[in-house]
């Protein structure tokens, strides 16, 4: 199957800094990025979905400003945390739809603790 | 919007034993559904996809059925192994082009 990365794979930043994840799809082209969070022994959940050249449409209780979602190319997606809090803590994956096959591939996760 | 409900929420069973996990899903249009596994503090691996078209899917000891009209999919996992043990996703879309929606997933424990 198709190969979703993520970096860092796991990142420990003091309160009120900002941290940058990326997601690249290594072997297809995402012209639609999902981002997904998911909090200790819980599924996950949609943050935001972004498409490629354009603003990311972010669910209902995710702040777009402190979630800062770019997507300026088929193959790269960012998620900026700002000004991170611990309960920013959490287990980020991001997801890559490939357009020919329709489906959904996921990075293998970013772990992200705030202290 | 499709919501997406799995039970039960842990399971524990002795080796070898054949087992079934439950999906529910509340909108029959939907387009695909897939199962995953994730072990702990790790990503998902994808386990199984079936299309909308389609009423099952096997791979190895695994068997995936889907029933659109009662909303349900079911994950067999046959002759049970330790290795096994991880939580279980399952996760159904609407459409090409929307997300995928997920369970709040099965915990799985087999027991040596």
């Known amino acids: 199957g198709a190969v979703v990365s993520q970096h860092p794979s796991r990142v420990i930043c003091k309160s009120g800094t900002s941290v940058k994840i990326e997601c690249r799809s290594l072997d297809f082209q995402a012209t639609t990025m999902f981002w997904y969070r998911q909090f200790p022994k819980q599924s996950l959940m949609l943050m935001a979905t972004?498409?490629?050249?354009?603003?990311?449409?972010?669910e209902q209780g995710v702040e777009k400003d402190k979630f800062l979602i770019n997507h300026a190319s088929l193959t790269l997606s960012t998620l900026t945390v700002t000004s991170a809090h611990p309960e920013d803590s959490s287990f980020y994956i991001c997801?890559?739809?490939?357009?020919?096959?329709?489906?959904?591939?996921f990075g293998p996760g970013t772990r992200l603790t705030v202290l | 919007k499709q919501e997406v409900t799995q039970i039960p929420a842990a399971l524990s069973v002795p080796e070898g034993e054949n087992l079934v996990l439950n999906c529910s899903f509340t909108?029959?249009?939907?387009?695909?559904l897939q199962w995953f596994r994730q072990d702990p503090g790790k990503g998902l691996t994808s386990l199984l996809l079936?299309?909308?078209?389609?009423r099952e899917q096997t791979s190895g000891r695994l068997n995936a059925s889907l029933d659109k009209s009662s909303g349900r999919s079911t994950l067999y996992i046959a002759a049970s192994q330790p290795g096994d043990s991880a939580t279980y996703l399952c996760a159904g879309r609407n459409s090409g082009n929307t997300p995928l929606v997920f369970g709040k997933g099965t915990r799985l424990s087999v027991i040596a």
């Open positions: 079936i299309q909308s078209s389609q």
């Open positions: 972004s498409n490629e050249g354009s603003k990311a449409t972010y």
């Open positions: 909108d029959s249009a939907i387009y695909n």
């Open positions: 997801s890559g739809r490939d357009t020919h096959t329709d489906t959904q591939y």
